[in-house]
């Protein structure tokens, strides 16, 4: 089985809402972002979301742009993101996800880029410029290799392409706060709320909450209304503003703790 579902499956059966911890490859460097992945997992993190560096991200606001722009320049690239999650996988169980540009997935070539992903170990795929109308360039090749497609549903999706979204997508479904880029202004609870509610009547999947969570208590307080949060500015921002790898790895831990610690609270 799917380690998704598998999460999703235990997460169910102790009531708990998951944390997705995204952190970007590469930045510090390849070796410091695969211990920033390790210590999210042990701090609470139940999966990781992997940005796989790209010049021009369309979603990304600024703090994951200029994480991309550091990691690019230490020699961050597609090749190298898949030799570290095959090197997490000899010691890590938790399920990761590319958060990737269509432009590298095609650069590499669909088939070969999803094949030598789940050889590696990835569980799944999500991208965001993807448009929904190409999804079938995409999606059939990930599932075939028995990885998630994971879509992305937005405050202003219509009912219809909210349909095409649930029966597109696999794993859970990845629904957009903010109208706009990563860490930007979280919506209002109540906002999220209705449109939770509305994609959660047309399907079985998992509908986590991702795009402007800063703190604990915003996660707490729009867990009770999904299955999850996903949580990346902020904690790459955590992670960076310490002097040392060491140092970003203590304060990482220290936050995802904070915010575990308040989800769990529900």
Same mark, same amino acid.
């Given at each position: 089985m799917n380690r998704i579902r598998t999460t999703f499956n235990k997460l169910q059966e102790k009531k708990r809402k998951a944390l997705v911890i995204f952190l970007t490859v590469g930045d510090p460097s390849i070796t410091g972002s695969a211990n920033l992945v390790k210590a999210a997992c042990e701090a609470g993190a139940d999966i990781i979301e992997l940005g796989v560096p790209f010049s021009d991200p369309l979603a990304d606001g600024p703090i994951i742009q200029h994480s991309f722009t550091r990691a690019i320049a230490k020699g961050a690239t597609l090749n190298k993101s898949m030799e570290m999650v095959e090197h997490l996988r000899t010691s890590l169980d938790t399920p990761l996800i590319y958060m990737i540009s269509s432009m590298l997935v095609l650069n590499m070539g669909v088939q070969v880029f999803m094949r030598r992903s789940a050889s590696v170990g990835v569980d799944g795929v999500i991208i965001p410029d993807m448009p929904l109308e190409e999804a079938s360039e995409f999606v059939p090749y990930a599932k075939s290799t028995g990885m998630s497609s994971i879509l992305l549903a937005t405050p202003t999706s219509t %009912? !219809? +392409?909210?349909?095409s979204i649930v029966s597109t997508s696999s794993g859970f479904v990845y629904y957009v706060n903010v109208s706009g880029v990563t860490g930007g202004i979280l919506a209002k609870p109540a906002e999220v709320s209705r449109s939770v509610a509305k994609i959660k009547? *047309? !399907?079985?999947? @998992?509908?986590?909450?991702?795009?402007? *969570?800063? #703190? @604990?208590k915003?996660?707490?307080?729009? %867990?009770k209304v999904c299955d999850g949060v996903i949580i990346g500015s902020k904690a790459i921002e955590v992670a960076n503003a310490a002097s040392n $790898?060491? $140092?970003? *790895?203590?304060?990482?831990?220290?936050? *995802? +703790? %904070?915010?575990?610690?308040?989800? #769990?609270? $529900?």
């Open positions: %009912s !219809t +392409r909210l349909r009547r *047309i !399907t079985k999947l @998992p509908v986590l909450a991702g795009f402007g *969570i800063k #703190d @604990p915003q996660a707490r307080v729009l %867990s $790898n060491k $140092n970003g *790895i203590k304060a990482l831990d220290k936050f *995802i +703790r %904070s915010v575990r610690k308040e989800m #769990d609270r $529900n």
